[in-house]
C-alpha cells in the first residue's frame, strides 16, 4: 500500500510572516471566522477548542498586526459583551483566501511530484502500512 492511500490528501497552508514579526496564517483564520459566524470571541474559541485566553490572544495580535482592527468587541452591553468582524477584518479573511486558494492552484502540479516521489522513497526504503519507515535492525 503507498503512503498516499494510507493518508488523507496532502494540504498546502500559508503563513504570511508579516514586516512587523506578526504572522497571519490558517488558525487565525479560522478564528476570525468563528467570531464572524458566533459573533463572540468566547464561542468561537469553543468552536475551535480552544481557551478564550488563547482565542484572546490570537484576536489581539491580529488586531495589532494591522494598521486598522479586525475584530471589535463590546464588553458590557446590555445583551452581553459580544464581537464583530470589522469590514477590515472580512476583507483580510477575503484576500488571504484568495492567496491562499491561487496558491493551490499554482502548486497543484509541484505537489503532486512531491507526493509521487515521497511514495517512490517510503515504498523504496521499506514503509509499514502507518508510512513510518523500518530499519534494517527492525526487519
Do not use: H
Amino acid at each position: 500500500m503507498s503512503l498516499s492511500s494510507a493518508m488523507t490528501t496532502p494540504r498546502l497552508s500559508l503563513r504570511i510572516d508579516l514586516p512587523n514579526g506578526s504572522r497571519l496564517g490558517p488558525g487565525k483564520i479560522a478564528l476570525l471566522e468563528a467570531v464572524q459566524r458566533r459573533r463572540s470571541i468566547s464561542a468561537a474559541a469553543r468552536d475551535l477548542d480552544m481557551s478564550y485566553r488563547r482565542a484572546w490572544l490570537l484576536i489581539d495580535d491580529v488586531n495589532r498586526a494591522f494598521s486598522e482592527p479586525a475584530v471589535a468587541t463590546f464588553p458590557g452591553r446590555s445583551q452581553g459583551s459580544g464581537a464583530e468582524l470589522t469590514p477590515f477584518g472580512e476583507r483580510l479573511i477575503a484576500i488571504y483566501r484568495t492567496a491562499e486558494r491561487r496558491c493551490k492552484k499554482a502548486a497543484a502540479g509541484s505537489i503532486e511530484e512531491i507526493v509521487a516521489a515521497t511514495d517512490v522513497a517510503y515504498e523504496r526504503d521499506g514503509a509499514t502500512r502507518t508510512g513510518k519507515k523500518t530499519s534494517a535492525r527492525d526487519a
